[in-house]
């Protein structure tokens, strides 16, 4: 069976400190995709990124950085110099068509 | 990028009535869509996968008569709440597979439903 785990159910970080969000998934499947979302107050969905299990490298977008660990099942998603306007609910997913979320983590960024 | 509409945004309805949910595909052909669910502050739980022209598949414990799906075309799949109650009132969520290219998907803004 699949899995997403997201042990942080809640953060809160001031404003410019950085911040990392961990995911840890359980999978059979030898070819998956894991990815991260965003989920503002507004409640849509905001892609953020998706990573193939044949492709390891972290990955940099600006202030936010995924690491990728097949040997841990981890794929951890840290943002740098953190901003009030990244307060949101972040999903960890894996899957293909069907996506398993974990239970999200709630990040507060305080001014 | 590819957008996928849901229409209404939000709806309220009175106990007992039936509330229908459209996912759309602007500008592509999906012939998968997915359904998900949202409580407040809990994750997304899938409910059932669309295919065009054919009956959808539904999550164990997903009940296939309150929960109608119904994918007549390729941009378009409807998700019907049936005699709706008040633990129906959730988030409900789409999201589609272009049919083409990557395969990739894309989610809907999500529709509020609020049951009196």
């Known amino acids: 069976a699949q899995k997403v785990t997201q042990a942080q159910t809640e953060i809160s970080v001031v404003e410019k400190e950085d911040v990392t969000l961990d995911c840890v998934y359980e999978?059979?499947?030898?070819?998956?995709?894991l990815f991260w979302y965003k989920q503002p107050p507004s409640g849509e969905l905001v892609f953020l990124i998706r990573?193939?299990?044949?492709?390891?490298q972290n990955e940099i977008s600006g202030r936010y950085s995924w690491n990728f660990q097949k040997s841990t099942s981890s794929f951890n998603f840290t943002i740098t110099a953190s901003q009030v306007v990244d307060s949101a609910v972040y999903f960890c997913?894996?899957?293909?068509?069907?996506?398993?979320f974990g239970k999200g983590t709630r990040l507060h960024i305080l001014p | 990028g590819a957008v996928v509409s849901q229409h209404p945004s939000r709806v309220i309805c009175k106990s007992g009535t039936s509330v229908k949910i459209e996912c759309r595909s602007l500008?592509?052909?999906?012939?998968?869509m997915f359904w998900y669910r949202q409580f407040p502050k809990q994750s997304l739980m899938l409910m059932a996968t669309s295919n065009e022209g054919s009956k959808a598949t539904y999550e164990q414990g997903v009940e296939k008569d309150k929960f109608l799906i119904n994918h007549a075309s390729l941009t378009l799949s409807t998700l019907t709440v049936t005699s709706a109650h008040p633990e129906d009132s959730s988030f409900y969520i789409c999201s589609a597979k272009a049919s083409v290219n990557t395969g990739e998907l894309f989610f809907g803004e999500g529709s509020r439903l609020t049951v009196l």
């Open positions: 999978t059979r499947d030898t070819t998956y995709y």
């Open positions: 500008d592509f052909q999906a012939t998968t």
């Open positions: 990573r193939n299990s044949f492709d390891e």
């Open positions: 997913a894996l899957g293909d068509d069907k996506i398993i």
